[in-house]
């Protein structure tokens, strides 16, 4: 499967984003997603995860109660409402997929095998 990450963006602290994860030449419902970020001098960071059929989902500790993940399976499409940004959630925005038979997400970078270009989002004080 192949992904695109858009949407992103420069923002005041306090504003909201919506990103989107778009897959092509595969059903975006064969897979679980991930959204993972990271900022300059970082190391890669779990931002969230959405199981194939949308019924579970999980969020890093930083994001919880401010970004919440869906999906349209039928418009191929995983989307990331992010509200309350804050100059700490700068960070190019990676969207990733890996093929699942169970209703389970994941968190770890190497769970996923297929990653699609990052967007940027920029938080200003």
């Known amino acids: 499967v192949q992904l695109q990450a858009s949407w992103g963006g420069f923002v005041q602290s306090g504003d909201s984003l919506r990103l989107s994860c778009t897959a092509s030449?595969?059903?975006?419902?064969?897979?679980?997603i991930g959204w993972f970020r990271q900022a300059p001098g970082n190391e890669r960071e779990f931002v969230a995860t959405?199981?194939?059929?949308?019924?579970?989902?999980d969020y890093g500790d930083s994001v919880k109660r401010r970004f919440t993940i869906s999906r349209d399976n039928a418009k191929n499409m995983v989307s990331l409402q992010m509200n309350s940004l804050e100059p700490d959630d700068t960070a190019v925005y990676y969207c990733?997929?890996?093929?699942?038979?169970?209703?389970?997400?994941?968190?770890?970078?190497?769970?996923?095998?297929?990653w699609g270009q990052g967007t940027l989002v920029t938080v200003s004080s």
């Open positions: 959405i199981s194939r059929g949308g019924r579970r989902t």
């Open positions: 990733a997929a890996r093929s699942s038979v169970t209703g389970a997400t994941y968190s770890k970078q190497y769970d996923y095998n297929n």
């Open positions: 030449s595969s059903a975006i419902s064969d897979y679980v």
